[in-house]
């Protein structure tokens, strides 16, 4: 086999990999964008108000998640404060106070 063939070969085989991965992968999101809008249910609403809400709907999302992360890290917080207040009322011996030290008296 000579390196001509083996570098036009895989050129080749890149070529219609790119092609197969985005043919696929636009087959894909147009299933997934399908998906996502036929889990819109507005009911009877006027299609202005469809429209509007169907246009919020990815913000509103997106700020329901990030609020529910805020909380999460808040209760985070809570249980790590709650672990330190713990150490440090000496329920561990390496947390607790190092002991004086004692030197020799230097009049003796």
Do not use: C, W
Not at 18 to 42: P, Y
Not at 70 to 89: F, G, P, T
């Amino acid at each position: 086999m000579s390196q001509g063939s083996f570098t036009g070969g895989f050129f080749l085989g890149a070529l219609f990999g790119g092609v197969l991965g985005g043919v696929v992968g636009a087959i894909a999101t147009q299933r997934l964008t399908q998906a996502e809008d036929s889990d819109l249910d507005f009911g009877e609403l006027s299609d202005e108000l469809k429209r509007n809400l169907s246009s919020v709907t990815q913000e509103e999302r997106m700020e329901l998640a990030r609020r529910g992360l805020e909380d999460k890290i808040a209760q985070l917080n809570s249980a790590i404060e709650d672990v330190r207040s713990q150490m440090s009322n000496g329920h561990t011996p390496t947390e607790s106070a190092p002991l004086p030290r004692t030197y020799p008296d230097p009049g003796n």
